[in-house]
């Protein structure tokens, strides 16, 4: 069984910076392409960034754009999200997943193609 366990969360002001990580057990970490998504409170669940298997293709909602990074690690099983200038709307509580049947440099937006989720962290910004 494929466990993800989310971290770095926490309260922060506007203008202020955390990072996540996901750390993902097993082997084959650097066979899954890897997502972040989030869900506010009384809304569904959002796409936010992705990562291919190898690193090297990257998309995000354009919302983050410019603002987050997405990067990862295949020898640490490990997936980060850098989070500058955060705003308000960007409270929500941060899920990381991981899609076993990506191919290649495939990434997907859409949540129903991840296989496994972590069980999140709050992110809540302040004004």
């Known amino acids: 069984q494929v466990q993800l366990v989310e971290s770095g969360g926490g309260l922060v002001q506007a203008g202020d910076s955390l990072d996540l990580s996901c750390a993902v057990s097993?082997?084959?970490?650097?066979?899954?392409?890897m997502g972040w998504f989030r869900q506010a409170p009384g809304k569904e669940r959002e796409f936010v960034a992705a990562?291919?298997?190898?690193?090297?293709?990257?998309y995000y909602v354009d919302s983050v754009l410019g603002r987050f990074t997405i990067s990862r690690d295949n020898a640490k099983n490990t997936v980060y999200l850098q989070m500058n200038s955060l705003k308000p709307e960007d409270t929500a509580v941060y899920y990381c997943?991981?899609?076993?049947?990506?191919?290649?440099?495939?990434?997907?937006?859409?949540?129903?193609?991840?296989?496994?989720w972590g069980q999140g962290t709050q992110v809540t910004v302040s004004s």
């Open positions: 997943a991981a899609d076993r049947r990506s191919i290649l440099a495939a990434i997907t937006t859409t949540s129903e193609e991840y296989d496994y």
């Open positions: 097993g082997r084959t970490f650097s066979t899954y392409a």
């Open positions: 990562i291919s298997r190898s690193g090297g293709r990257t």
